[in-house]
């Protein structure tokens, strides 16, 4: 379990220059967070899954400018999520606990994301950061 403090890097998945699909429970005892992240270092492509004041947020930015796509309710704190976040080329989507499902597509004509080798999962390595998109 992560204690507020701790993260974890890990590999990029390939495919996600195109798609982005992940399903994950998870249960926090803070109204802010980060869940996911990446980012590319050559641009301002990046990727996340954060908490920002109760409600989950999914951002991304393929080059043309930051989609957000906002859960509609805000998670109970200490109680288990569900949470199912998906990206196929430009077009979002984010479900929460299987009843607050929030779509969106992203402006411009790009369908692809660049990022780094590197992701994190729970938190991440402030030296990583380049773009403060999160807070």
Do not use: C
């Amino acid at each position: 379990p992560f204690s507020g403090h701790s993260f974890i890097g890990l590999l990029t998945p390939e495919d996600v220059v195109n798609r982005f699909d992940v399903k994950i429970s998870f249960r926090s005892f803070t109204e802010n967070g980060i869940i996911f992240y990446a980012q590319g270092s050559k641009d301002n492509d990046f990727i996340s899954l954060t908490i920002l004041n109760g409600f989950v947020e999914f951002r991304y930015d393929l080059g043309s400018g930051t989609l957000l796509i906002r859960s509609n309710s805000k998670i109970s704190m200490g109680q288990w999520h569900h949470l199912v976040a998906r990206r196929y080329n430009q077009d979002g989507f984010l479900s929460l606990d299987a009843s607050d499902k929030v779509t969106g597509k992203a402006v411009g004509s790009i369908k692809t994301l660049n990022v780094d080798q590197l992701a994190w999962i729970g938190g991440l390595d402030d030296g990583k950061l380049v773009l403060n998109e999160i807070n």
